[in-house]
């Protein structure tokens, strides 16, 4: 156990749905990350929230949207996704921006 | 043209070999550095850090190398076990930027 948690660890979803990826840390950290990780492909960055506040975003496509209500929660909106976006989700936290970073166990993701 | 996914590379070894995983990183600036390690189905799990003013650091049964002359760093495994079997990431940040992760390497232990 990390200290970190992810919800759902499976979700297949067809394209025009509209899902949620839910991580909660127990840390006491600042700031949240979410990451992409794709077969054979470094981990992709996608979005830095410290103190809650949105620092870094990747490139990332709009339909994904993140959301971080607070500093121990933090979600992926998914809408009218696309096969291509089937990944491993990962969410991890730090104590501060950079430095060393917890993670959840992931959300399997299947697009169909 | 189709993208294709990178060829991971692949470290076999024989449970109670030592085992060495190795990196090389490009930002001279860095100052600090991680190992994780991810089993099949999970999420990394961090193994050992380093910052850039020593150059080894020790840890059960890990011990980190680094090499701040040619931008290298390894991961050494002691009396390597079956457990041990995972895909190792090493990361490393400058200041407080965000970590950038390399490909990561598939350590293989046979009994």
């Known amino acids: 156990e990390t200290g970190v948690t992810q919800t759902p660890r499976h979700l297949v979803m067809g394209m025009t749905n509209k899902k949620s990826l839910k991580c909660e840390q127990h840390l006491g950290h600042n700031a949240m990350y979410w990451y992409k990780q794709s077969a054979k492909k470094p981990l992709e960055l996608m979005f830095v929230y410290s103190l809650e506040e949105r620092v870094e975003n990747n490139s990332v496509p709009s339909r994904f949207s993140p959301e971080c209500p607070n500093s121990s929660h933090l979600f992926l909106h998914l809408h009218t996704l696309q096969p291509e976006d089937s990944a491993l989700y990962l969410c991890a936290s730090s104590g501060t921006e950079g430095g060393r970073q917890f993670f959840g166990p992931g959300t399997r993701l299947t697009v169909l | 043209g189709e993208s294709v996914g990178l060829h991971l590379p692949t470290l076999s070894v024989q449970e109670g070999d030592n085992s060495i995983i190795n990196c090389a990183y490009s930002?001279?600036?860095?100052?600090?550095f991680i190992w994780y390690k991810q089993e099949s189905g999970k999420g990394p799990q961090f193994i050992i850090d380093i910052r850039s003013n020593m150059d080894k650091r020790q840890g059960q049964r890990v011990t980190v190398l680094l090499n701040k002359t040619v931008k290298h760093l390894s991961l050494q495994i002691a009396a390597t076990q079956p457990g041990d079997s995972a895909v190792y990431f090493c990361a490393e940040a400058s200041g407080y930027s965000t970590l950038t992760f390399g490909k990561g390497t598939m350590l293989l232990v046979s009994p």
């Open positions: 930002n001279s600036a860095s100052d600090y």
